[in-house]
């Protein structure tokens, strides 16, 4: 079994702040069972990707990049420089994008489908605006599985087990956010693997993370529930000790 621990450091950090971060995680022994990644600002990925270059138990990815090729979209990226620049996964339709860039069930479903040609491994973000969850569980439910579908139509059933999801409630996310509980979470996510195996080949499916207000409090009964194959941390994680402890809360969930 492996648990997934990793983070966004979203819009945050400096070149030296990344490298100085990186440089900590190098000489952290990430314990044996848990995969640990990290998804640093574009800016800084090349130069953390050289101080991970001895530790490639962490994998390193990007938090977004364009569905195309290359061309005139000024201000973006694509998934071939964001490889070139080191990141083997690639974090696709989170909520902040989603709401502040336009990021639609189509061009999540485009960037999944750019990731896995170009051999990354998506990070598909799914989550329930508030509005929704105050309708219930079951809209909740819903609205999660149909982004899933719709993020993954335009893969094949053996692409869709390559992919990693994340479910991250709207409404869990960030300083705004409530921290949601594993009865919140549990059903969701348990949806989220029944459509997963519905989707993919064989049924299979590589691992759904819990994403939203995770920190030292919560994160070991979150890991606890059956459904949760690990996290997706933001602003516990965006000082290494809060990710180390996180990586320590990771290991114990192993030995349990
Ligand atoms: C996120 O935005 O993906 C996230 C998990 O953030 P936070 O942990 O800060 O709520």
Redo the contacts with the bound molecule.
Sequence with gaps: MTVWIGT?W?MNKTLGEACAYADGLAATPVPAGVQAFVLPPLTALAAVRDRLAATPEVLLGAQNAHFAEEGASTGEVSMRMVKDAGARLVEIG???RRREFGETDRTVARKARAALDHGLLPLL?VGEPREVRDRGEAAARRFVVDQLRAGTSLLAPAEVDRVLV?Y?PVW????G?RPATPAEVTPVMAAVRRALAELAAGGRCRAVLY?????LDNAAELLAQPPVDGL?????AWRLDGFRALLRVGAGTLVR
């Excluded at 997706?232 to 516990?236: K, Q």
């Design positions: 966004s979203k989170h909520a902040e973000c994340a991250e869990a996310i960030g300083a956010g994403g939203g207000s995770v920190d997706f941390v933001g602003r516990a």
